[in-house]
């Protein structure tokens, strides 16, 4: 079993910046990738950024060049620092770890990002 928390969620206007933090607890030596998803109201929940064990990170098209993921193992903590952020990133963002040989999904509680003037 795996626990995922997630913080630095908020309101921020066009153009600005935010930091999402996400800890694992439990089982965390068993954790494959991290990412994070997000999900806006009436659309589907889609992935934004993913980073592995060894740090390779990924990022969906609409966000790359403004959005960076990070990791620290250590602290089994991956982060999301999302620059010049626009109204359409606004979501509710969950952060995700894959898990175990069957990389299992487990999945934070989500945090609420506003982007709005």
């Known amino acids: 079993q795996v626990q995922l928390v997630e913080s630095g969620g908020g309101s921020v206007q066009p153009g600005g910046s935010l930091r999402l933090s996400c800890g694992a607890s439990?089982?965390?030596?068993?954790?494959?990738?991290m990412g994070w998803y997000r999900q806006a109201p009436g659309k589907e929940r889609e992935v934004v950024a993913a980073?592995?064990?060894?740090?390779?990170?990924n990022y969906v098209d609409a966000v790359k060049g403004r959005f960076t993921i990070s990791r620290d193992n250590a602290k089994n903590t991956v982060y999301l620092q999302m620059n010049s952020l626009k109204p359409e990133d606004t979501a509710v963002y969950y952060c995700?770890?894959?898990?175990?040989?069957?990389?299992?999904?487990?999945w934070g509680q989500g945090t609420q990002v506003t982007v709005s003037s």
């Open positions: 995700y770890a894959l898990v175990g040989m069957d990389f299992q999904y487990y």
């Open positions: 980073i592995s064990t060894e740090g390779t990170a």
């Open positions: 439990g089982s965390t030596f068993s954790i494959k990738a």
